[in-house]
């Protein structure tokens, strides 16, 4: 019989299979941070329970944590110095491994879970944050859950799981030079609604996604859950492979042949049936930004802002209505003619060493409009590291973009970072819901090479323009 990736990796972990439908699954890897993980590692120790195996759960500093050079434990909300204090606590107490301020491996959970090699082709991961499918990127099967299911799996090493149904979205076709997997992934939330995948396994696959590097693929994954799917996955091949063989906790010596024979398993088989397929041509899609406040407002960089009056449905005219109302939009703008105050490269979507390479190759020799804030926030510490050691922060900074230190920054309001009230960002983050960078805060959410040409023109635009 025929089984999908997903098919595949649901069977290797199921445990038992319950009389109400739900699965017990094994779980391979928890991984905190210290908005969530210090609540559910306090949760565990007040019930008297002990993290079952210690080596399997680890913990980052990002979502709270100041991202200024020459940054404390001291954030922009008050109450974060407490997060980050109780997490370290608790963490040393469970005995798991913290990437703390200070270490080099710090970063952004769903960035240095790969970058590590903790989440690895194959593998469970689940961590108390709605990003967590990015891992699917790499072909394992990651998910987002509460504190107390992280509770649960880190006592148990296992969670209970209704198994959803399968989605195969395959993009055919070739990218033009300035579309990215973030266009890919706009362009499919845009066309089938922020609801276009609930709740499914959704597999992205076809010529397309086999051209993207790891990076990329963990781009157009970080964004299934704003298609409401439970996960996103691409299948392993070769670059998978390369990708994940020598990270720092990647199997050593006699166990990586058993583990890359293990990985080259995981595809969909030729045959294998999917409860729903979607197809988009690639060769149909543009640099793609939004225009409200769902990601499913998103349109080409050479559209015009949608108008309301349009709309029959009383519901879709008045999400409308109102998203145009607090982004401050007239319907018929064209894209390109917005004006923007702030340029924002940073968060789990892209703000890895590929993102910062290719905005600092069309930055290099340009500078930032005189009325635009540029910030570029690195992934990781690591990523940092390597885009120093490359020299793109010089380009970075000569062009007018601040560089900082790694963490969630203006990705999330969490810890306080802000553009501030009424200031139009253009932002490579994943969500543009109403006050998610800031109270006020408007963002357009595009891709790293259409925000550093936005920062550059001071208009919304394309890298080609
Ligand atoms: S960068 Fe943003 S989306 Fe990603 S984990 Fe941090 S807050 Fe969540």
């Not at 940073?346 to 290719?358: E, Y």
Request: glycine fraction near 8%; proline fraction near 5%.
């Amino acid at each position: 019989m025929t089984r999908t990736l997903f098919e595949k990796l649901w069977e290797i972990h199921e445990v038992a299979l319950f009389d109400n439908g739900e699965s017990l699954i094994r779980i391979d890897r928890v991984f905190l941070h210290e908005r969530t993980g210090s609540i559910a590692l306090q949760g565990l120790e007040e019930k008297g329970r002990s993290v079952a195996n210690p080596k399997h759960v680890f913990c980052t500093m990002d979502h709270i944590v100041d991202t200024k050079p020459g940054r404390s434990d001291s954030t922009q909300m008050p109450s974060g110095k407490d997060f980050i204090t109780a997490t370290r606590n608790s963490a040393r107490r469970a005995d798991i491994e913290l990437f703390d301020l200070d270490s080099q491996f710090q970063g952004i959970v769903h960035v240095i879970s790969p970058e590590l090699g903790i989440a690895l082709p194959g593998s469970t991961v689940v961590c108390p944050d709605s990003h967590t499918c990015t891992l699917g990127g790499i072909g394992a099967l990651a998910w987002g859950i509460g504190s107390s299911e992280a509770e649960h799996a880190m006592a148990t090493n296992t969670l209970r799981v209704k198994k959803p149904k399968t989605l195969r979205v395959n993009f055919e076709g070739a990218l033009a030079p300035s579309v990215t997997a973030k266009d890919m992934i706009l362009h499919l939330i845009s066309c089938f609604g922020s609801d276009g995948g609930a709740g499914c396994a959704c597999e992205f696959a076809g010529p397309a996604v086999r051209e993207l590097s790891i990076e990329e693929r963990m781009t157009l994954c970080n964004m299934a859950v704003e298609f409401s799917a439970f996960t996103g996955l691409v299948a392993v091949d070769e670059k998978t492979i390369e990708y994940s063989s020598n990270r720092k906790f990647s199997p050593k010596a006699h166990l990586i042949a058993a583990a890359i024979d293990h990985w080259r398993s995981l595809k969909s088989d030729e045959n294998a049936v999917f409860d729903n397929e979607i197809t988009i041509c690639c060769n149909d899609i543009k640099p793609t930004v939004t225009w409200g406040t769902s990601p499913q407002h998103a349109l080409s960089i050479d559209a015009f802002i949608p108008s309301p009056l349009h709309i029959e449905n009383a519901e879709t005219k008045e999400s409308w209505s109102r998203a145009l109302d607090y982004m401050d939009l007239m319907p018929e703008t064209p894209i390109t003619s917005i004006k923007i105050d702030c340029a924002f490269i940073g968060s789990c979507t892209n703000s890895r060493i590929g993102d910062l390479r290719k905005a600092a190759a069309f930055l290099r020799g340009k500078k930032v409009s005189p009325w635009v804030k540029a910030v570029c926030v690195p992934g990781s510490t690591q990523v940092k590291k390597e885009a120093e050691k490359e020299g793109l922060d010089e380009v970075f900074t000569a062009a007018g973009f601040e560089w900082r230190e790694s963490g969630c920054s203006m990705c999330f309001y969490a810890g306080g970072e802000t553009f501030g009230p009424n200031k139009r960002v253009i932002s490579t983050t994943n969500r543009n819901f109403e006050g998610r960078q800031g109270p006020g805060t408007r963002t357009h959410l595009a891709s790293p090479l259409t925000v550093v040409a936005s920062a550059c023109s001071g208009y919304i635009c394309s890298a080609e323009n």
